[in-house]
């Protein structure tokens, strides 16, 4: 029986480990700390491990030297997308246990060797796709479970925003992050399809990715996080691909984080089944999430739609955060010696389909799949 609380180091110290990870875990004081920071920047690490008011916090000078350190135990990955598969099979041959955040890696040979290392462990591996954790995404699981849909042979995966360019970080730099929105977003809407469709084995994809809007300076207008840097700008601003899986079942992805559309729909699926459909609206068009339900009632066409439940006078009902509640399943999963949620092997499957999108692209031919990559 374990004597103290997990330890829990991050490597990697901006945006989304202040904004995500430290906030979800902070809820769980009585079973995990953040104790140790690195970052590149020593003094972001610093300003975060001073936010967590522990005397216990430790920054350090290398991640090498956070994995030397027997008190840490879990680990999460917060950098650029090219380094993820380096920190985190040294993570694993430190003996930690590690989640990663999205997408697994920016290549498949880099998330190949990072399962490797995850199955000669021993330890519990996780991918930060906290979207399977929504209310609505949970519910259209459930249902899907039940048979309600039939058999779902054509969906679409949605990632699409009017102009919501990351304007902080290393996101348009190609050579860290790897691509542009199809791995940073499309692969948000692709893990929630494909886990709901509950279908990995794709066989071939086709792709189209385009670079019309980066680099051009009218652009930048309108901009939710304010204009962009277009002579740095080096990744795709679209990409648009169809997948034909192994089963017959086929799949739409559109990601884009500049299109000159009406609706930004994001983290967002359409699933089309044989006794039923669903879809799924969320992003910035909307102020909260819907969730509609088609099928044929006596004999005629209905829908379904997900309402609120309103409030009452000082309660303002049940509100669940899909990052604590992943965080949440993820320390109980270290715990309770349980399997998280969001298993590495579908992980892969994800980083292969964006990359068989991206290569299509570039080659301008179909990509197919070796049978071998889906083990």
Known sequence: MRNRKLRIGFVGCGGIAREKHLPALKKMYDKCEVYGFFDVDQERASQLARSVDSVNARVYHTYEEML?????????IMTPNVFHCSQTVAAFEAGKHVMC???????????????KAYQDSGKKFTIAYQSRFRPEVQSMYRSISRGELGKIY???AHAIRRRGVPTWGVFANKALQGGGPLIDIGTHALDMTLWLMNNYQPVSAVGSMFYELGNLPSSVEGNVFGAWDTTTFEVEDSAFGMVKMADGATIFLEASWALNVCESREASTTLCGTLGGVEYYAGMSYEKDILVYSHARH???MEER?????????YDGVSIDPGFAQME????CILRDEEPLVAPEQAFVVTKILEG???????????RFHPMEQE
């Open 154 to 156: 054509f969906a679409k």
């Open 101 to 115: 955040e999205k997408p697994m890696a920016s290549s498949s040979i880099d998330a190949q060797t990072m399962l």
């Open 329 to 332: 399943q993820w320390i109980n």
């Open 357 to 367: 999108i991206q290569l299509s692209a570039e080659s301008g031919y179909e990509y």
């Open 299 to 301: 004999g005629q066409l």
């Open 306 to 314: 997900s309402v609120s439940g309103g409030t009452l006078g000082y």
């Open 68 to 76: 030397d350190d027997d008190s840490i135990d879990v680990v999460h």
